[in-house]
């Protein structure tokens, strides 16, 4: 009997829930590093398809095996061999999913569901790359090219509907979300940087991707502000000008170490009549904080302190995950659709057959009669070819939808054997008459 | 045509709706469509009733709402085509819904008995000011927004109103937008009627008391074009008086009516026109 094995989907792997940072590191692998890993797997012939993965928080390969066991083997032995790293040090933070939990985890991945920070956008492109890796590599076939695009395509319908993206979830996205909340379009706006520190250079940064006017620092160190200044392409202000050039700034991003205020409410009034009402935005990331609170309460002026941004995330966070439950679902849905497909394969090979052993026979019948007849030559014209596929599709029609459509209730190993026994397709001895036709 | 108007309106409204509460912005996009229809319909029902009468459609209680209606989708669909924000939407497919909705309610007329250059005057005057009217509606509906966002801003509650809701820059150019057309729209209708005054009563201002409050509303809304343009008014103050402005506004075209005594009811319902 030689109905097809059952190949599994299996996915194994290690991330940040399983797996501490200095394991994370030594199994990270590098675009090279992959190549080779995958053409190791080719070159041992180890499975029929595979895929590897690697970010700074997780490693994962996805293969296709008949014999799931033994292929995890072989993958920690060629991710110990590339990396150098014995066996010993990483198997315990790995875990083995297989069928509709392999599935369903790399839809997941992909649509950012199981990331460090959920929603994050940045995975759905590094799978996609990893994915384009093992194409060129020619390690991804019939299996993994459809898994792929399906999960891209999870991917794409949990971020379209629903709102998993849409809430930053970093206090620097979260302060480039209420300044478009306040001023809409940035691309008129200038931006100064007081003081310097990762949150607050990274929140200018973006502000400079939403493309401001311009970015201008202010720093007690005047060389360092030009510094700073030039990595934004920007300009530099001496620390003494940073009240003065409220006149004509929009946003105000403060992170000095400074243990007073800097910037006091009683100025705010006269700047603000010299500005002429335009709004304001003050991002006090320093702690202690740099900008007297009390500013807030000035007409068209907005403050927000490193704890109000962290509220902000807060919430956003929330909001998150109560949309991540509306992408599980997604998920769910699409994994069944792809398993159901998946399954469908299985038929292929008895399709094949039992076409070609029903193609034989009327080819068959039709030679011989030809012969008896004198008019062996005609066989050879386009139109009695078309008469034999013509007779074969009509005859097996109904035959091929019942194994299409076994019903979800129905097992379709069972019928792939039945059609089997019915139409004797393992038995490999030919019919005498085929064997004249294709000597002939 | 006005009942399909009301129809468009309605399902534009249902889905504005639906948007909301199933938190889908696909939803948006059909109710923005139906609202532009509904608006269509009802400037083809002006025009239709335009030519049964032979003149323009501006008298009577139901001809006055058909145009409030009517000024009201047309500043939405302006402020969509000049900020690109679908602002409002369910607001204005609810009010021009609730406008055309009563309109069916009365007489269409049939016939304007008297077809001179007073009664041209008059039409236009009426037209003028109710796109005023409907420029100041929106320009307070806008400045509700602005308040709630501003103070969604203030004390940083970032809930699900201020998620929906624009920008404050967004908001605050919307609703100069609105005043300064408002405004344009209120002093052509202003200056017709003075004309008009003239030539049917003899006299530029007979000084009764809608005219009083109408010039008054218009103080209004210079100053507050002047605060705006100086700067002093800007953001809450500004959206405040927009509201503060739209309040006058309706005294002015409602309560007047009511509690005082003017010619202008009179005059527009008086026997120059022959209902059906």
């Known amino acids: 009997m030689s109905v097809m094995n059952q190949q599994e989907i299996v996915v194994t792997g290690m991330n940040h829930k399983t797996a501490p940072v200095e394991i994370r590191e030594k199994l990270s692998l590098s675009q090279d590093e992959i190549k ?58 790995f875990y083995k999913l297989t069928g509709i939990d392999a599935v369903k985890h790399i839809f997941r991945v992909a649509s950012s569901l199981d990331s460090m920070i959920l929603g994050e956008p940045q995975i759905l492109g590094q799978v996609k790359t990893a994915y384009k890796c093992a194409t060129s590599a020619g390690s991804s076939k019939v299996i993994l090219n459809r898994l792929f695009h399906r999960a891209f395509q999870a991917a794409k319908r949990v971020r379209t509907e629903t709102g998993i993206g849409g809430h930053a979830v970093s206090i620097s996205y979260a302060a480039i979300e209420l300044a478009k909340k306040i001023f809409g379009n940035l691309s008129t706006k200038k931006v100064l ?64 170490g400074a243990p007073d205020y800097i910037i006091n409410g009683k100025d705010m009034r006269q700047v603000m009549k010299k500005r002429k009402n335009r709004p304001l935005f003050f991002i006090d990331i320093a702690v202690p904080r740099d900008i007297d609170p009390d500013i807030n309460k000035v007409d068209n002026i907005y403050l927000y302190d490193v704890d109000d941004l962290q509220d902000v995330v807060e919430v956003n966070m929330e909001e998150r995950k109560k949309e991540a439950a509306l992408a599980e679902e997604i998920v769910d ?108 | 045509m006005i009942s399909v108007a009301l129809f468009l309106y309605i399902l534009s409204f249902c889905f504005y709706v639906i948007s909301q509460v199933q938190n889908n912005p696909f939803y948006r996009r059909p109710g923005f469509f139906l609202l532009v229809l509904g608006f269509m319909c009802t400037g083809i029902n002006l025009f239709l009733d335009a030519v049964s009468i032979g003149h323009i459609p501006a008298f009577g209680i139901r001809n006055s709402l058909v145009i409030f209606a009517f000024s009201v989708s047309f500043f939405f669909v302006l402020l969509y085509l000049r900020f690109k924000v679908d602002l409002l939407g369910g607001a204005v497919a609810a009010f021009s819904g609730l406008l055309t909705g009563l309109a069916l309610f009365f007489d269409k007329i049939q016939y304007i008995g008297q077809k001179d250059f007073s009664i041209f005057m008059t039409a236009l005057h009426v037209f003028f000011t109710f796109f005023a009217n409907a420029a100041f509606f929106t320009a307070c509906v806008i400045g509700l927004f602005y308040l709630v966002q501003e103070k ?46 003239k030539q049917v009563f003899g006299h530029f201002l007979m000084l009764d008391a809608k005219e009083v409050w109408s010039f008054l509303v218009w103080f209004l809304y210079a100053a507050l074009i002047h605060g705006r343009l100086s700067s002093r008014w800007r953001g809450r103050k500004a959206a405040v008086m927009a509201i503060i402005g739209f309040g006058i506004v309706v005294f002015s075209f409602i309560g007047i009516n009511i509690f005082m005594d003017t010619s202008h009811g009179e005059y527009f319902m008086g026997n120059l026109i022959i209902r059906g």
């Open chain 1, 193 to 256: 940087l007081v003081g310097a520190g990762e949150m607050a250079e990274l929140a200018v940064e973006h502000l400079v991707q939403n493309n401001v006017a311009h970015v201008f620092v202010a720093n007690r160190t005047f060389e360092k502000g030009l510094d700073l200044a030039k990595r934004f392409s920007g300009s530099a202000i001496r620390f003494e000008e940073v009240v003065s050039s409220l006149e004509w700034v929009d946003i105000i991003i403060s992170s000095t």
């Open chain 1, 333 to 440: 849905e699409m994994a069944v659709k792809f398993l159901g497909w998946k399954k469908s394969l299985q038929i292929v090979p008895t399709i094949v057959e039992l076409r070609k052993k029903v193609q034989d026979a009327v080819e068959c019948e039709i030679f011989r009669t030809m012969k008896d007849n004198n008019l062996e030559k005609s066989f050879q014209s386009e139109a009695v070819y078309r008469m034999v596929d013509s007779i074969c599709s009509r005859l097996l029609h109904d035959p091929i939808n019942f194994l299409k459509n076994p019903g979800s209730h129905r097992d379709v190993q069972s019928y792939i054997l039945l059609v089997r026994n019915l139409f004797n397709l393992d038995d490999k001895g030919k019919d005498e008459c085929v064997v004249k036709k294709i000597e002939n």
């Open chain 1, 36 to 93: 080779k890993a995958l053409g190791l797997i080719k070159e041992k012939k180890a499975f029929n398809e595979a895929f590897l993965f690697s970010t700074c928080n997780r490693v994962e390969a996805v293969f296709v095996s008949d014999c799931p066991e033994e292929g995890v083997k072989k993958i920690f032995e060629i991710l110990a061999l590339v990396k150098n790293v014995p066996m010993s040090d990483f198997i315990s933070c």
């Open chain 2, 152 to 197: 969604n801003i203030k004390l940083k509650k970032h809930g699900i109103i201020f998620r929906r809701l624009p920008s404050l820059e967004i908001l605050e150019s919307s609703g100069n937008f609105c005043i300064a057309w408002g405004f344009f729209f209120l002093t052509v209708g202003l200056g017709i009627g003075v004309v008009m005054s």
